[in-house]
């Protein structure tokens, strides 16, 4: 019987009904881990990688996950989620109005300061200083063009202290939220909004599976990011066909992207790419792009 059992074993393996890897054949997930690596390696900086498919946990790839970054303008997903919470808790309405103003509180000492339009990503808001936007339209301006003085008013409206905390509710204790953006005081003396990439990873997985906040909360989220004007680093090399819900970050030396990339077939797959100590911004920004085409050719395989 055994011998019979063995003979078609034999057949099955020449007829190719069945494959046995050869030893010492490295995995599909080691070889992209290897190409991450070596495209890591082209770029002078220091990078970190999360990769997770949505509703397939065991397809991941982590690089470097657990290193601390500054967070740059990837806290403005967090601030987008509170604001939507402490909205769906009755404190406010996303129809609600505010007045736009450019003058902040350092958290160091209290001590005021502004905005530089020649600093942000939205210069038509500094044109209505002093009129009422609907808080909907602020947080869309935040992700979408990356508004640096949209961030103040709504940071200032639900306090950073209650986005960090709404981050730790969900055991996403690696980012924080100090502050606002441009407190030049608090940045001195390094007191700054911080990520790691596997925590957004989680946070993007949240919203994308409509665990963080209702379905239709986590929808709209969604929707404001796929709205994303900044595509050169996630979607650069992806094609038309593949969105992306994600958020940017730069800074000096410091390039990011994150967010949820879906396929055309129904799969989806969060990608967080981080970056520090940069000597060239633009072979940061290709790397990522880079970075993202190689996670894409991976699942499409």
Do not use: W
Request: negative net charge; glycine residues 6%.
């Amino acid at each position: 019987m055994k011998i019979i059992l063995k003979i078609l074993f034999v057949i099955l393996i020449l007829t190719g009904e069945v494959y046995l890897e050869p030893q010492g054949t490295k995995s599909r997930n080691d070889n992209l881990k290897d190409q991450l690596e070596q495209t890591i390696k082209e770029c002078k900086g220091i990078f970190s990688i999360a990769f997770r498919e949505i509703g397939n946990s065991s397809n991941e790839l982590i690089i470097n996950g657990d290193e601390i970054f500054h967070a740059a303008s990837t806290m403005k997903t967090p601030v987008m989620v509170e604001v939507f919470r402490q909205a769906s808790l009755g404190k406010f309405s996303m129809n609600d109005s505010i007045v736009v103003k450019n003058e902040f509180k350092s958290i160091v000492d209290g001590s005021p300061y502004s905005l530089d339009v020649e600093d942000d990503g939205d210069d038509k808001i500094y044109s209505q200083i002093g009129q009422k936007r609907r808080i909907y339209d602020l947080v869309y301006d935040m992700i979408t063009v990356s508004s640096n003085l949209a961030t103040n008013l709504l940071i200032e409206l639900v306090s950073p202290e209650a986005v960090t905390q709404t981050m730790n509710n969900f055991g996403l204790n690696n980012i924080k939220v100090l502050r606002g953006v441009e407190d030049s005081k608090a940045f001195n003396l390094g007191l700054n909004n911080t990520v790691n990439a596997v925590d957004l990873m989680k946070l993007y997985e949240l919203i994308a599976s409509k665990r963080i906040l209702s379905e239709k909360d986590c929808d709209e989220i969604i929707k404001i990011l796929e709205a994303q004007k900044f595509n050169d680093k996630i979607p650069k090399y992806l094609p038309g066909n593949v969105k992306v819900a994600h958020k940017t970050g730069s800074i000096s030396g410091v390039e990011h992207d994150s967010g949820i990339v879906f396929l055309p077939d129904g799969r989806k797959y969060v990608l967080v790419v981080l970056s520090k100590g940069l000597e060239n911004s633009e072979k940061g920004k290709e790397a990522i792009g880079k970075i993202s085409k190689l996670i894409y050719d991976f699942m499409m395989s």
